[in-house]
């Protein structure tokens, strides 16, 4: 689920396996701010690893080289809003090309 709200976005990251999560990145326009929702997530940013559980919030600025990985035992969650919005296309585009796969050649 991805929502535009003036100039935030808003995404439900689903579940993310153990050990699941995105490789290191940089986002140039977007600051990101997860709110962890189910299981344990340890985000990479400013050269260090922070694990954190249901409840916490972690607020990463634009231009940081960052990623995040479930570390639990079971599927995690976040949500993650960003601004300024549009970040939103990213993820749509990626959900319709996940729908879609390639077979290898």
Not at 6 to 13: E, L, M, P, T
Not at 14 to 30: I, Q, T
Not at 37 to 49: K, L
Request: aromatic share 10%.
């Amino acid at each position: 689920m991805s929502i535009q709200i003036k100039r935030i976005a808003y995404c439900d990251v689903r579940y993310h396996a153990p050990g699941g999560g995105p490789p290191p990145h940089v986002h140039a326009n977007e600051d990101e701010l997860f709110l962890i929702v189910e299981g344990r997530i340890s985000y990479f940013a400013e050269e260090r690893w922070t694990e954190v559980g249901v409840g916490g919030a972690v607020y990463l600025p634009r231009n940081a080289v960052h990623t995040y990985r479930n570390v639990g035992t079971a599927p995690s969650q976040h949500r993650i809003l960003t601004t300024p919005s549009g970040f939103e296309k990213f993820f749509a585009r990626c959900a319709e090309s996940s729908q879609n796969p390639v077979a290898p050649t």
